[in-house]
């Protein structure tokens, strides 16, 4: 099971390097890899269990969180109560985004930020990706709204880039009035 400390901070260098492609088949290493990524951010959003394990409650993860520069996230969106739908997606690239944007009112967050952070991260409202599943079929998401800032916000990850990044810090709420909050 991965444990909080597992996770790097933001201060590690490794989470600012460009992550590499992925070759398949992935490795048994990487098979596992993914499945521990994906029973933390299921777990962490059942309180219950992220108080029993002290799991920081977390949407998605990139392999690069745990220290790892392959180019692979998992997503676990809480659909209703105790419902929730995974996405592990292998080499992912944003093959389409709207031109609305959208951001998270209450500020994006990140298992790696662990600290509070003020502004809006302006996010496209809806995206499509594109990427492979763990058996190297190609796959296509269509992603809309919280969902579609996770896809956004993981796949950045990939490139060395963390949410932060995006806030202007002189005027971190100047798009609050220009897109649209959720
Ligand atoms: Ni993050």
New binding site residues.
């Given amino acids: 099971m991965l444990k909080t400390k597992d996770i790097l901070d933001e201060k590690n260098k490794l989470l600012r390097t460009i992550s590499e492609e992925v070759t398949f088949p992935l490795s048994d290493k990487d098979k596992k890899t993914i499945d521990l990524m994906v029973e933390y951010l299921t777990n962490s959003q059942i309180d219950e269990l992220a108080g029993k394990y002290n799991l920081r409650p977390g949407m998605?993860?990139?392999a690069i969180?745990l220290g790892i520069k392959k180019r692979y996230i998992t997503i676990v969106h809480e659909v209703e109560e105790g419902v929730f739908d995974t996405y592990i997606v292998i080499n992912p690239k944003i093959v389409s985004s709207s031109e609305e944007k959208i951001y998270v009112e209450d500020g994006e967050g990140?298992?790696?930020?662990n600290r509070e952070v003020i502004g809006i991260v302006p996010r496209s409202a809806r995206v499509t990706v594109e990427g492979f599943d763990i058996d190297g079929k190609k796959i296509r998401i269509r992603a809309r709204e919280e969902l579609a800032i996770v896809f956004q916000?993981?796949i950045d990850?990939l490139n060395g880039i963390?949410?932060t990044d995006h806030i202007d810090s002189k005027n971190p709420f100047k798009y609050q009035n220009i897109y649209r909050s959720i």
């Fill in positions: 998605g993860m990139a969180q990140c298992l790696s930020v916000h993981e990850h963390l949410f």
